[in-house]
């Protein structure tokens, strides 16, 4: 039972407990003493009815609304964490593949834009990238996979979001924060024309930060596992 209490809101547990510690204090030691007055005495009755009432509210939110939340995002879960799992997949291969072109070591954990940038002044944004489109299987150019794993996020990240009212605040804000990225805006705006850069390092300082947003939201989802 304390573990679905943790999971509730912090303002509801907090109400909570400042409504039992006021009510057991002047059940144990204020009510033993005789009111000066009737005003008094009806006071302290309907000061106790709001905070019994409190108490009960609370314990009606706990049983029936939030424990059968915590029931339907169980239920969820298995498909919410496979998608925003593939999110951050995404991002674990674009860095190896990268890694593999520019033979400079990229790892989530440590990542920064100093590290970025050395890896993308060693790439051609028009060069051949892993990726094979259309048919019979043209190879793609660097910014055409991005563009891929960028629609592939985004089919994500509308799975995942499409089961809101499961969803964690944090796993929300999160997912969002890679949504909302310059890395997907700056990748769009590219990829309708060709661009003189002769090697990717315009892009470094976008992309480190979806990876980085990438990252929190991997730290976040190993809780679940």
């Avoid at 990726?131 to 995942?160: C, D, K, M, T």
């Avoid at 796993?171 to 805006?185: E, G, K, T, W």
């Avoid at 090697?199 to 470094?204: F, K």
Wanted: hydrophobic share 45%; net charge neutral.
């Amino acid at each position: 039972m304390l573990k679905y209490l943790k999971t509730c809101p912090i303002e509801a547990n907090l109400i909570a407990l400042i409504a039992l510690v006021i009510l057991g204090i002047k059940v144990i030691f204020l009510n033993s003493i005789p009111a000066s007055s009737q005003l008094i005495y009806d006071f302290g009755v309907v000061f106790d009815a709001i905070l019994i009432s409190v108490l009960a509210s609370f314990i009606f939110y706990f049983f029936v609304v939030h424990l059968k939340a915590v029931s339907d995002r169980k239920t969820i879960w298995p498909y919410v964490g496979r998608h925003s799992n593939s999110i951050t997949g995404s991002c674990l291969g674009q860095l190896s593949e990268i890694s593999k072109a520019s033979s400079v070591a990229l790892t989530l954990k440590n990542l920064n834009v100093e590290d970025v940038s050395l890896a993308f002044a060693k790439i051609h944004p028009y060069s051949e990238a892993p990726l094979r489109i259309g048919y019979p299987g043209v190879a793609a150019n660097w910014i055409q996979y991005f563009e891929y794993h960028n629609r592939r996020s985004r089919v994500a990240i509308g799975r995942v979001l499409g089961q809101l009212i499961y969803l964690e605040p944090k796993h929300v804000s999160l997912i969002n924060a890679i949504d909302d990225c310059a890395h997907f805006m700056v990748i769009d705006g590219f990829g309708s024309h060709q661009d003189s850069n002769t090697d990717l390092t315009a892009w470094s300082s976008s992309f480190c930060d979806y990876c980085i947003f990438c990252r929190e939201l991997d730290d976040y989802l190993k809780k679940f596992d």
